[in-house]
């Protein structure tokens, strides 16, 4: 559609009133925020990931644009609620330790709030301890760790080590993802969701709880 | 962290605060030094005052704290990728970070920025007020929001890359410094060692009247260490020089500017020698220019040791690359035996038979690794003693001749006058009168 590659342009360009303006008026017109999601705002967030790991593009416009994909986002979150959710559960979210990005986490965030979601974020560089911590106090069905250096991959391994040394594994259902994730990864620490990206995240967390409890799923 | 990696140790603060106060002035853009923990050590010298936006934030009881988070996990990331690291801090402003990494550890930052890449639009508020939660004043943060710079995304990706290379090449700088005084610190110890065992002598001899003036053994000594240097003993000279400066601290120690002489003539004597055995001449006006100049500048005792020994290394060097070799051991150990027997008949056999090789083999390599045979090495030792011996005794050329193992003075004039060129008589006249 033609609204939803200008909101693409936009968004790559980092021009923020006209992202919101344009995303308003792609609502008005009837088109689904889970479409603007998908098409638009992934699109948008996938597209940078990757030409920032080839250094095709300097962080500078990921930064940029990345402020777009937020105000995007902070339109389509009041929507996502307004088909009046029933609660889902309840997310702890955190980027892992020696980690500092947060764009992903922020887009899995905000799609689980809209589905319904209450989600604890733990912010960045979240070390094994405080994950453990924060399972034990909030008591989460899920826990979400993102991560995009392969560097930190590793501190995904040990959060769920400590969750299984302190006999906590079994009480959370652990939902991985970020640009080095692997499916095989994900396989060998464990995890029982994985995505490589945001929405598809997203998309295993709905499908399985749609598996159990017979929701539609697109009710978003 | 290791003693001597702390930034303060390596990096001068008036020269610091200096460049940042440039930077700042120049860019328009406060720059800050910053430990590991992100805590500010270092800011600029003129009165650079920081943004109210961020003024506002250092205020509350949780942004400084936030403020010190962000600077500290920026640091780490551009030292772990080894770029300047391009962040948003958490109360939403765009800064860089240039990594200060010596001997390959992290030791802090240099931090820039708190500027916005886009012009402040109705989402930047919002942006601002949920980043700021914790923080509070978000109308006053708002407010101050307004007056933030506003600069292009090549802008700060070009101060950025500037600010990186700035803070590498302040490393180099301080890699040279910490270097230089590991060495310094070895020497003085070397030295000190120097120092005490003469001390201890000094305490058992007391009895013993000192003689105020340049003796005999002093003079001796200094002849000793040239000429270890031209045979290419190279740990023996550095072990000589070393008494010998520890001498000069001993009686000039407490003049500077004696001392500084005093390192002034040893650096000539080094240089000449250096020029005699044919180290190209230009190549060691060059190296005399260096240290002159260094002997000029030093305003301690400890640099004017440190340079000599730097001097005396590298003229050294300089001659030993051309003696080092395979059989180098061999070779020393015939130059060190035909030091301590030459004045008495010395037969190529015998000094074969002292290094357990066969005449003819030792004849070979050491032609080969030091230019000349061994019987000529042995003549040249007689012939500097017998130069020596005819500038400071008033001993007769027969009598010379006789101390260095020669039975016929007229066979050794013969070979004084061949190594020399002029006979020993008359190399005795033309000296200079007495006092050199």
């Known amino acids: 559609m033609e609204i939803l590659e200008q909101i693409y342009c936009a968004m790559i360009l980092g021009q923020v009133q006209t992202v919101m303006t344009l995303t308003e008026r792609a609502i008005q017109e009837g088109i689904s925020p889970k479409e603007i999601l998908e098409n638009a705002l992934m699109r948008t967030a996938l597209e940078l990931g990757e030409k920032y790991s080839v250094r095709e593009i300097p962080i500078t416009k990921v930064l940029i644009s990345s402020r777009a994909i937020l105000a995007c986002l902070h339109v389509l979150i009041p929507l996502f609620n307004e088909g009046g959710q029933p609660y889902k559960g309840r997310v702890v979210a955190g980027t892992v330790a020696g980690d500092v990005h947060d764009l992903g986490k922020t887009i899995v965030m905000a799609t689980l709030r809209g589905t319904g979601f209450e989600v604890i974020d733990l912010g960045i560089d979240v070390p094994p301890e405080k994950f453990k911590v924060a399972v034990e106090e909030y008591k989460p069905d899920i826990l979400a760790l993102s991560c995009l250096l392969t560097t930190t991959l590793v501190s995904i391994r040990e959060t769920i080590a400590l969750l299984e040394r302190t006999g906590l594994r079994r009480q959370v259902k652990v939902l991985i993802g970020g640009g080095p994730v692997t499916a095989s990864f994900a396989q060998a620490v464990g995890a029982d969701y994985y995505g490589s990206d945001a929405y598809s995240a997203v998309q295993q967390v709905l499908t399985e709880l749609k598996q159990k409890d017979n929701e539609e799923m697109d009710t978003l | ?436």
């Open chain 2, 1 to 436: 962290m290791e003693a001597g990696m702390e930034i303060e140790e390596i990096l001068d603060h008036s020269v610091m605060r200096h460049i940042l106060d440039s930077l700042t002035k120049a860019t328009g853009l406060r720059s800050v030094i910053v430990n590991t923990l992100g805590e500010e050590l270092l800011e600029p010298l003129g009165v650079q005052e920081e943004c109210t936006f961020c003024r506002t934030i250092k205020r509350t009881a949780g942004g400084y704290d936030k403020c010190r988070g962000s600077y500290m996990r920026a640091g780490r990331e551009a030292a772990k990728f080894g770029e300047p690291y391009i962040f948003r801090c958490h109360a939403g402003l765009i800064a860089w970070a240039a990594p200060l990494v010596i001997s390959g550890k992290y030791i802090g930052a240099i931090i820039s920025g708190q500027v916005l890449m886009w012009e402040p639009e109705e989402f930047f508020w919002i942006e601002v007020s949920e980043m700021n939660q914790e923080v509070g004043e978000i109308e006053t943060l708002v407010q101050k929001g307004k007056e933030l710079q506003v600069i292009s995304a090549e802008k700060v990706e070009a101060t950025a890359y500037l600010l990186f290379m700035m803070a590498n090449h302040l490393m180099k700088m301080g890699m040279v410094v910490l270097e230089q005084r590991r060495e310094m610190a070895e020497q003085q110890a070397r030295l000190g060692a120097e120092i005490f065992k003469r001390k201890m002598l000094e305490q058992t001899l007391k009895e013993v009247k000192k003689d105020a003036a340049p003796s005999k053994a002093d003079l001796n000594i200094e002849k000793e260490l040239l000429l270890r240097m031209k045979i290419g003993d190279r740990s023996g000279m550095l072990e000589l020089l070393h008494k010998i400066v520890a001498d000069m601290l001993d009686r000039y120690g407490s003049r500077l500017q004696m001392f500084r002489v005093k390192i002034w003539e040893l650096l000539a004597l080094l240089s000449r020698t250096a020029v005699e055995d044919e180290i190209e001449e230009n190549k060691v006006l060059a190296l005399n220019a260096k240290y002159m100049e260094e002997v000029s500048r030093s305003e301690s005792l400890e640099d004017l040791c440190y340079w000599i020994c730097q001097a005396a290394e590298e003229y050294s060097t300089k001659i030993y690359r051309k003696t080092r070799g395979k059989n180098t051991e061999i070779i020393t150990e015939v130059l060190n035996y035909i030091w301590q027997n030459f004045q008495r008949p010395l037969s190529l056999e015998e000094i074969a038979a002292h290094v357990y090789l066969s005449p003819y083999h030792l004849s070979h390599i050491f032609k080969k690794e030091v230019g000349f045979t061994v019987m000529e090495s042995v003549t040249k030792a007689r012939m500097e003693e017998a130069k020596r011996l005819l500038r400071h005794s008033d001993d007769n050329v027969a009598k010379i001749a006789k101390n260095l193992g020669y039975n016929d003075p007229g066979h050794f004039s013969k070979v004084f006058k061949r190594s020399e060129g002029v006979m020993p008589k008359e190399f005795k006249r033309r000296l200079p009168p007495a006092g050199e």
